[in-house]
């Protein structure tokens, strides 16, 4: 899974087996280690769940969780669908941008990236753009 943080967006990138982990109702994490000290690593993952009643995102003991409706995540996960987004609101005006994608591979040999778990591209014939 990949994190990309812009300003107040989050995107994950699922590859397949993340995805199919993900439908079974499998927590799907990754984190990343600063520093030799345990507090010092931010966790990031995508749980389907039958509480939420839309796409959310909490931070929490240095995780970012995304919880997504398990009917949603089910029916995602086993379509064609790329993506699924929302926009959760943090105070009156300002809200954070969540987006789940499938990863699709480079139509473009990247040096230093596995890209053995991602989707087949669709897009056969276009340049990929940076993950």
Known sequence: ?????????????????????????????????????????????????????????????????????????????NSERVGLNHEQKVNGEASLTIVIEKDFQCLEPRPNEDQSDSFPNPAKGAACGHH
């Open 1 to 77: 899974m990949k994190l990309r943080i812009r300003g107040n967006s989050i995107r994950l990138r699922l590859g397949a087996s993340e995805v199919a982990q993900l439908a079974k109702g499998d927590r799907v994490s990754e984190s990343t280690q600063f520093s030799p000290l345990l507090k010092d690593r931010l966790i990031y993952a995508v749980v389907l769940s039958t509480d939420a009643m839309e796409i959310s995102a909490s931070f929490a003991n240095n995780e970012i969780l995304v919880s997504v409706p398990q009917v949603l995540g089910q029916v995602w996960a």
